[in-house]
């Protein structure tokens, strides 16, 4: 994670140097292991690592006190924040709090108009999904939790409707009144189609501009949305969901949507979780599964894994769920020949999810193989050598960092399109009919995606999902790595190796463990 860090032409013990490399720390801290505050004894365990060089701590207590004063850190009681991320955490608190704070709104025609969306959509909601769709309404900031199959879904298609009734907008207006955000161009194109409204992601909402690296909607030019709903949103790290409210008009609803039992954002924080746990706020948890829920193994399984037990009687019961037992070094073949089964199904609908990219079974191996299955080389496919692996035209790629200019997003899968070598070297990959142009500058954005990581994969579903899961995967196997990589498969999964894996991860539930002081500022108020 850190390295020495370097300051050219000053004394190792510089003041300047080791305020730099402190800030360094702490960035690199809380982007490997998501938190957002840090002790005193961390950052001088840290720094003289870092610089290569013995400190004393007066030295090392001057370049706190200077930027603490200088306005980079902030200081409460014994937690170092960075400033920005003290910022972030208090933004949302103030926020949350303001719009909790409003008097519930109260119209005579709500349960009547959703008795009204009951007969249009030809559903009966539940009373949990009565109580989401009802307090969607009456609140100015409601969180909707919920687990596979208990129809998050169809309750944002229900909420979008709602306020549309209610206000007697058109369509038209609607899209125009409600903001549809996810964290993934994949997630936002679920919730579109399930909505049948526009979706986006939040940093496409935001306009980031790659130029300045900042967010074109701000504090000095928001958003004129009255509403919006996020999903997938326990994605949404400290500093996102802080410029989202930054871009928002004080007065704009706020409809969070996600499944805390889900990996936590790849950024630091852990918003949703801090804001179910300080319990200030209105909480909806859809409990209860629809029929195809109760009817499907895959949740059944990913059920078992929240409850931390482990039904084998599930496996091999039904088509839905396979569980194939096998050595470490027999893994490979295992997935190689399932691949081999789907080859001709959709890249967008058949998946590997891998928990590490070395080893025997990593991410980077399985990658090699498959390949070689789905892709083999042939005369007529032009490919492009890229450090230890082969591009190929017609190969399955996945983008691994945001480029709203070009409406791709990390995450994203696609296909080669073509590739260009010679004097005007180029690679062209069709993400679902937006073929994006890269240049050796930025062929690094993207690798192949035969397999990829279970994070990546979040806020993405698949039809059939293979997911290998061997001891040699150590440290990651924790239950919400695996939670949410089962929660990915919508008609088929796949486990295949060591049944003991499996019991090891789903009982450990101490790896994903963050501090964080959102929860917090919202019960005790901010110090």
């Known amino acids: 994670m850190l390295v020495n860090f370097k300051y ?213 030019n928001k958003s004129k949305v009255e509403m919006v709903i996020l999903d997938e949103s326990s994605m949404i790290d400290t500093y996102l969901f802080a410029n989202l409210l930054k871009g928002l008009s004080s007065n704009c609803k706020i409809i969070i949507v996600g499944d805390d039992h889900q990996l936590p954002s790849v950024g630091p924080g852990q918003v949703l979780h801090d804001l179910i746990e300080s319990r200030q706020l209105e909480v909806v948890e859809l409990k209860e599964l629809y029929r195809q829920g109760k009817d499907s193994n895959i949740v059944n399984l990913a059920y078992d894994i929240r409850n931390q037990s482990i039904d084998e009687s599930r496996f091999n019961e039904e088509d839905d769920l396979t569980f194939i037992r096998c050595f470490d070094t027999e893994v490979m073949n295992y997935v190689c020949e399932i691949a081999s089964t789907y080859k001709d199904v959709s890249y967008k609908d058949f998946q590997i999810l891998v928990p590490m990219y070395k080893g025997i079974n990593g991410i980077d191996e399985i990658n090699k193989r498959v390949q070689e299955i789905d892709n083999p080389k042939k005369k007529e496919k032009k490919e492009h050598k890229l450090g230890e692996f082969t591009i190929r035209e017609e190969d399955k790629v996945i983008q691994l960092t945001n480029m709203p200019d070009e409406n791709v997003y990390n995450g994203d899968i696609g296909l080669v399109d073509s590739i260009l070598e010679g004097t005007k070297k180029e690679i062209k990959i069709d993400f679902d009919r937006n073929l994006v142009k890269y240049t050796p500058a930025n062929y690094n954005n993207f690798r192949l995606a035969y397999a990829i990581s279970i994070h990546k994969a979040q806020g993405s579903e698949f039809d059939i999902v293979v997911l290998p899961l061997v001891k040699g995967y150590r440290k990651m196997l924790y239950q919400k790595l695996i939670y949410t990589a089962v929660t990915r498969a919508k008609k088929k999964l796949y486990l295949i190796g060591d049944m003991d894996a499996l019991k090891i991860a789903v009982k450990n539930t101490e790896s994903d463990i963050r501090r964080t002081t959102i929860k917090d500022y919202l019960v005790n108020g901010i110090d």
Not at 13 to 32: F, Q
Not at 191 to 218: C, P
């Open 8 to 220: 050219n032409n000053t004394k190792p013990n510089d003041i300047h140097r080791m305020k730099a490399a402190i800030l360094y720390i702490m960035e690199e801290v809380s982007n490997t292991y998501g938190h957002s505050y840090y002790f005193e004894e961390e950052i001088k365990g840290y720094l003289p690592r870092v610089l290569g060089v013995s400190l004393e701590d007066k030295e090392m207590n001057k370049a706190l006190l200077k930027l603490e004063v200088d306005g980079k850190i902030v200081k409460k009681k014994e937690r170092y924040y960075l400033k920005e991320m003290y910022e972030s955490e208090t933004l949302i608190v103030k926020r949350l709090r303001l719009l909790n704070s409003n008097k519930e709104n109260k119209n005579k025609k709500l349960e009547e108009t959703i008795q009204t969306l009951e007969e249009l959509f030809g559903i009966t909601y539940n009373e949990d999904q009565r109580k989401a769709i009802q307090k969607s309404y009456t609140k100015d900031v409601l969180i909707i939790t919920g687990g596979p199959g208990t129809g998050k879904t169809t309750i944002m298609k229900g909420i979008c409707e709602l306020y549309r009734l209610m206000n007697k907008f058109s369509y038209e207006t609607l899209n125009d009144k409600i903001a549809l955000l996810a964290p993934t161009g994949r997630a936002a194109k679920r919730m579109s189609e399930a909505t049948l409204m526009n979706a986006s992601t939040i940093h496409r909402f935001l306009k980031w501009s790659k130029d300045t690296n900042r967010f074109q909607v701000n504090q000095y």
